[in-house]
């Protein structure tokens, strides 16, 4: 989903969950998806370079609360750093709502916010780019995901293999991980008992880049109300 990155739409998919049975996961691990109205979610990932590259730093930090019925909404907080090979830093801040079909943004410490309508289709993409449980689906999907403890479920594969879920959850294509020299990624799942996602976490490395991506989420279907910024 692009809660990070980049938008992806899957046609035909629905807020309230999907169904999927794959191999390496129990039954109960695979039923239809719990339906989720609100969660909230902190997302880590980060690039640091190794060897000639140490000094090189690519880090995005993002939280946000997330309602997906009765109506979508959010409210998110992103920061990224950066640090050039040539020792260059550079900082972004950003917030962010949508709130009745209205985006708010408000960047770098700007005193006022922008408001535009969202554009055509928003809704209906942030339907599918923020419901877990599709992300979870691709998950599953992966080749090779077998349980390595209670709740716990892990896969090693190449970028190729583990691409189609990095993409979606993250916005990182398995070209990017290849152009620096990544030719394995670890990933580790930790659900709760009713089989949703409370964990992510992927490691990867080469001679140039280790990328370590850590997403929790808490809260599910807890209340939250989100308002548009004064």
Known sequence: MKRTLAHVVIAAATVGGITTAVSGMPASATAASPSIR????????????VGKDANF????????QVVLSPAIAYYRVVRHETVS???????????YYLVAGKDYAELNGAKTWTMTPAAPGEVSKDAVTLNLMIGLAKFRAIPGVT????????VTGTPAKVGGFLT???GITARELTSLGIKSVTLTLVTDSAGRP?????????KLRKVVITEIVTGYNQ????????
């Open 38 to 49: 609100s969660y909230s979610e902190t997302l880590s990932i980060t690039f640091t370079g």
């Open 57 to 64: 730093l690519d880090h995005t930090y993002r939280s946000q």
């Open 85 to 95: 090979l040539l020792n260059k830093q550079s900082i972004f801040k950003g917030q």
């Open 147 to 154: 349980r390595s403890a209670p709740h716990q479920y892990q």
């Open 168 to 170: 979606f959850e993250y």
């Open 198 to 206: 409370v964990t992510y976490t992927i490691v990867a490395k080469s």
């Open 223 to 230: 209340p939250v109300t989100i308002k548009a910024p004064a």
